[in-house]
């Protein structure tokens, strides 16, 4: 073995365990390994995870609050400036503002990350040209995968269909877009389908995510996600609209993304920030019950989105930090609960991208994060700073707090 991490505690596992990997790979999950290993790493009784995974951010615009910050803090006002500040992006400006992140996420524990990539007129290619080298540049510590993304329509500006196929042949990973802007939406959603067949790749959908009174996208999506043969490979993200549904009417729409194989990514941070601002008492929280979607069988997950943005003016790209605020909105307070929360920030949000296997299991990539906590409700309840950070089998960040105790001295008078 390359690896051997003794003593930790696994996620829903009795007792401490010793995890074996070698090369890239675990190998081994034992109570006592005997094996040697050219490393060991003691977790002195502290939970092992797997990595972290974020499923759903805009590196090309995070980190701009500061050149426009919010006035009514409105999603209109955040469209509406953030597409006048996308005139001055470079594409310098969005790499070193990615880096940040990405870094940033790196030390928290996200070994995988989706990000969604702008296509526009404004934007041109610039943001794909950007983030497209960091995919290579950061595979030591993070698999990114890039998400061509059309946010300001596609039947509305001529020409865009074949901006989106050549950033598609530059590399993207998956197609998406956000209907709900576009003047035509069942248009654009086909269109995002067609270029997903043509380059055989994922759909990703921000979709159904204003509260108002349009009807859902959804059964639209569901059909064609059938009628194409696209199922598991469609993700959505927001998804806000759910929270609306009586519990007969969410069971019926389950059933049918799970048959479907269609996948949702709540958005907390974001979501809580701009829902029902125009509620006046008894307001809404505007979160997509992932908790019920996973107890109907519906692949789940939760995500960042923005980070210090107009749609998002706050967060550091911590992932286990939106597990305390979904784990807080939603009413996870059980032990089991805690559980779930927890695959929804790993496992379950891996397979929401199409990555699977993601995991604490013999044959998966040993992606993983040793938290300085003894337990997974600790973990979700709050996040910790110390952790340990392992992509494909070595060790790529490490995080430690120190305590110092001073007594002070008696003095006898």
């Known amino acids: ?81 953030t597409l006048k500040l996308k005139q001055s992006f470079t594409i310098e400006d969005i790499q070193n503002r990615a880096r940040r992140v990405i870094e940033q996420a790196i030390a928290f524990g996200t070994t995988a990350m989706r990000t969604h990539v702008e296509v526009d007129p404004t934007m041109g290619l610039d943001a794909m040209e950007a983030l497209l080298p960091l995919r290579k540049a950061y595979s030591w510590g993070i698999t990114l995968q890039l998400a061509v993304f059309a946010q300001e329509g596609i039947t509305n500006h001529d020409g865009l269909r074949d901006q989106l196929r050549q950033a598609l042949a530059m590399g993207g990973d998956a197609i998406g877009s956000a209907p709900y802007v576009d003047p035509d939406p069942k248009r654009n959603i086909e269109t995002v389908f067609d270029l997903a067949q043509e380059f055989d790749c994922d759909v990703d959908f921000h979709l159904d995510f204003l509260d108002n009174d349009e009807p859902l996208l959804l059964p639209f999506v569901i059909e064609e ?23 007969s009417e969410l069971e019926t729409f389950a059933a049918a993304m799970r048959e479907a194989g269609v996948s949702v990514l709540a958005l907390p941070a974001t979501d809580l920030y701009m829902m029902a601002r125009k509620d006046t008492h008894n307001v809404r929280r505007g979160i997509a019950p992932v908790h019920r979607l996973a107890e109907l069988g519906v692949t789940v997950g939760l995500a960042t989105n923005n980070v210090f943005n107009l749609f998002t003016p706050f967060g550091d790209g911590d992932v286990l930090k939106l597990c305390t605020l979904l784990a807080q909105v939603l009413h996870l307070g059980t032990v089991s609960s805690h559980q779930l929360c927890l695959e929804m920030a790993t496992s379950q949000a891996a397979a929401a991208i199409g990555i699977q296997h993601h995991g604490i299991a013999a044959g998966n990539v040993a992606d993983l994060v040793l ?26 960040a490490q995080s430690k707090v120190e305590q110092q105790w001073f007594v002070p001295k008696l003095v006898s008078l």
């Open 1 to 81: 073995m390359d690896l051997k991490i003794t003593n930790a505690i696994l996620p829903g596992r009795q007792g401490q365990w010793d995890v074996g990997i070698a090369g890239d790979r675990i190998t081994h999950i034992a109570p006592t390994l005997a094996a040697s290993a050219t490393q060991t790493l003691d977790a002195q009784g502290n939970l092992l995870i797997p990595g972290l995974v974020d499923g759903h951010i805009h590196l090309d615009k995070a980190l701009i609050l500061d050149r426009y910050p919010a006035l009514d803090g409105t999603l209109d006002e955040a469209l509406r400036e």
């Open 225 to 247: 996600t059938v009628r194409r043969g696209w199922q598991g490979r469609v993700c959505l993200g927001h998804m806000t609209k759910l929270a609306a549904l009586t519990p």
């Open 371 to 396: 938290l300085n906590v003894r337990s997974v409700s600790e973990a979700i309840g709050a996040a910790p700073m110390g952790r340990t950070v392992i992509k494909n089998g070595v060790v790529v």
